[in-house]
């Protein structure tokens, strides 16, 4: 959903005729889902809303108005009320992503309600353009994606409306990584208006099993023919199914779109084995991606090199800027020998990608992350909750967000959302174990810090034995935790001398950072002071 910070401080509401004017725009959208039953679901809600009937809207009305169900209804048997409107709010976001993010009125759906609110926006001259046309250049390597309908093999008509309403979904939540050009394929038996070539297609099948349904879900490379990833997911029917639908769509973004999703990792193989002439964009984030995977020094001079020069060739690419910004804050941080940027060269960069596309949640937890490394915890707690609000009800990059909202001082809400996360993304950031570390060291749970500390990765850095060592002596156990404080000096051997800054660098409350040197001494590594 749109920055807060784009409302107006106005006492009066859109009135009814800004409303039906705005309903107007997004129903008419490609960028909304246009089918049938989403356009009906928002006309009745609003409708009913500026009439003054908000206290008549339940899930039964719904029902008996927008799907033609009878006085029999039964929400607990029947989500299909509950499952459309998760849509709707899904479509809501995506259009205000996209083609809505310059329009004058703001209509919500909040989570959990069927009562939309009407808010005004602020428009300023020379308004954003939509989401990804800002930041993305244009440069033909960027990735293109089509999501298709899923085809319905059940033979059951009612299915259709899942068969839609999972490619709606689907779209909605890759549109999130603006890295990615996201298409909408046609309805089921429908054709597009403006048919748009697109590289990679995504789509699938939804078939029975039991007593529940088996969705295929695959992802096509058109140029090579090649089928890039497969998964299958089962379904029960009955109440629950909404939610499970919603876990599947949650879990196959990830797994295609996330930092170390399928389709980064085609397009780097591939980018390695026919390497573009100067390099683009593109392939920058592709090398940075490279480097967070191996850890190799040979791969982070190729990694900065190119968005170095990604930069200077396109000083419009926000995910550029952020990712130059992450690159130089982590090497910074970590103490790694080799070329060390200026951390203000870094914050620098971070700024710049954040203020080129504000709406970018990973632009924004660059940000953030660039502020907690330099002891700016406010500015750092402020970005990570403004990558909170844009992320909505996505999983989209909301481990990251979770550890960042714990490192700089919400140790209540951070890790509950990084838990959250962690249950659906098949790809997660195995740095963001570490906030499930301290916050298990904070609860003193040893048995729980251990466990965060072995899902840690890579071991070729100090952190992974580091956390090891302070959970084992947490444990009681001492002679592993020498064994573990030993690979730490291997790792780094002057880290005594630099471990405190080092340790200070991520973790903020000076009483935690006293455990973890206590620990650290009882297992035998003693820091310098000073």
Not at 342 to 371: H, K, N, Q, W
Request: hydrophobic share 40%; charged share 25%.
């Amino acid at each position: 959903m749109p920055p807060s910070s784009r409302q107006l401080e106005r006492a009066e509401r859109p009135d009814k005729r800004a409303v039906e004017a705005q309903l107007e725009r997004m129903t008419g959208s490609l960028d909304f889902d246009t089918s049938k039953r989403s356009v009906d679901f928002l006309r009745f809600v609003v409708g009913e809303t500026l009439q003054g009937h908000s206290k008549a809207i339940s899930q039964q009305s719904i029902a008996a108005s927008v799907f033609g169900r009878g006085a029999d209804f039964d929400p607990t048997t029947d989500p299909i009320v509950r499952m459309q409107a998760g849509r709707v709010r899904r479509s809501i976001e995506h259009y205000y992503l996209t083609a809505g993010v310059a329009d004058p009125v703001l209509i919500r759906l909040p989570k959990g309600a069927y009562v939309p609110s009407f808010e005004w926006l602020e428009v300023s001259a020379g308004a954003m353009p939509p989401a990804g046309t800002e930041e993305v250049p244009s440069d033909e390597l960027w990735p293109t994606l089509l999501v298709s309908p899923l085809h319905n093999l059940t033979g059951r008509s009612e299915v259709d409306f899942i068969a839609e309403g999972l490619a709606s979904d689907l779209a909605a939540e890759l549109t999130r990584n603006q890295a990615l050009h996201v298409f909408r394929g046609p309805p089921l038996g429908g054709e597009v208006d403006h048919p748009r070539r697109a590289r990679f297609e995504l789509g699938g099948t939804i078939a029975t099993r039991g007593d529940g349904l088996k969705l295929n879900l695959h992802l096509i490379d058109h140029d090579s023919g090649r089928q890039v990833w497969a998964e299958t997911f089962l379904c029960p029917e009955g109440p629950e199914q909404g939610s499970c639908l919603e876990k599947i769509v949650q879990s196959s973004v990830a797994l295609v779109a996330e930092e170390q999703g399928f389709l980064a990792r085609h397009l780097d193989e591939e980018s390695r084995q026919k390497p573009t002439a100067g390099g683009s964009s593109y392939q920058a984030i592709l090398r940075y991606l490279h480097f967070d995977v191996t850890n190799e020094p040979q791969a982070f001079v190729e990694a900065l090199g190119a968005l170095r020069q990604a930069v200077e060739s396109h000083p419009d690419c926000a995910v550029c800027w952020s990712y130059l910004g992450r690159l130089g804050g982590g090497h910074w941080s970590l103490g790694i020998p080799g070329e060390v940027i200026p951390i203000e060269e870094s914050v620098a960069a971070a700024r710049r990608g954040a203020g080129l596309a504000p709406r970018d949640v990973r632009c924004r937890a660059t940000l953030s992350y660039l502020l907690l490394l330099t002891d700016e915890l406010d500015g750092a707690r402020r970005e990570a909750e403004g990558a909170l609000e844009l992320n909505g009800f996505s999983t989209f990059w909301l481990d990251a967000v979770g550890y960042l909202l714990s490192l700089s001082g919400d140790w209540e809400k951070g890790p509950a959302i990084l838990r959250r996360a962690l249950e659906v993304n098949p790809f997660p950031r195995r740095a963001c174990y570490g906030a499930l570390w301290l916050d298990a060291l904070l609860r003193d749970d040893p048995a729980a810090a251990l466990a965060a500390a072995r899902e840690y990765a890579p071991e070729v850095y100090f952190w992974n034995p580091l956390m090891e060592t302070v959970a084992l002596v947490a444990d009681g156990q001492t002679q592993e935790a020498a064994a573990a404080a030993g690979r730490l000096l291997e790792i780094k051997p002057d880290f005594p001398e630099h471990g405190h800054w080092l340790i200070t660098r991520y973790v903020k409350p000076p009483a935690l950072v006293g455990t973890i040197e206590q620990a650290l001494a009882e297992a035998g590594v003693t820091l310098v002071e000073g």
